[in-house]
């Protein structure tokens, strides 16, 4: 694994899809949660030659898949949480600011192509 050390914040998004359910045998309308879609925003500070910027944005744009695991913590320390997949970037574009320290943000999804499903792990 390579630390992704140039991160300035992580956001995650973990939302279900909602149905309702409207008929007169109730008079409440019920909801159901179906898949879930998940995805986290990695904010990094540019820097065109650390490891980790360049391999997220040569799979930005070649569309390759790479595994992931993002962790509470030292992802080598026993009883750490985190997330595990393999994930496609979908998005990742340098922005030019011309008035702050570069910045850039990649947008990572559980990849279609993978037939490795997503889990929550804690280090043993």
């Not at 409440?28 to 490891?51: E, H, L, M, P, Q």
């Not at 910027?53 to 913590?73: C, F, K, S």
């Not at 997949?85 to 990849?111: N, R, W």
């Amino acid at each position: 694994w390579s630390e992704a050390d140039l991160v300035e914040s992580i956001e995650h998004e973990d939302a279900k899809a909602e149905a309702t359910v409207r008929n007169r045998k109730s008079s409440i309308v019920k909801s159901g949660g179906g898949t879930r879609d998940i995805s986290y925003t990695f904010n990094c500070t540019y820097d065109a030659g650390d490891a980790v910027v360049e391999l997220l944005r040569d799979a930005y744009e070649n569309g390759t898949v790479i595994a992931v695991a993002v962790m509470d913590g030292d992802i080598t320390t026993s009883g750490e949480k985190g997330f595990y997949f393999d994930a496609e970037v979908f998005s990742g574009p340098k922005p030019e600011d011309l008035d702050e320290f570069d910045s850039i943000a990649f947008k990572l999804k559980p990849s279609a192509k993978s037939t490795y499903e997503p889990q929550r792990v804690t280090i043993a």
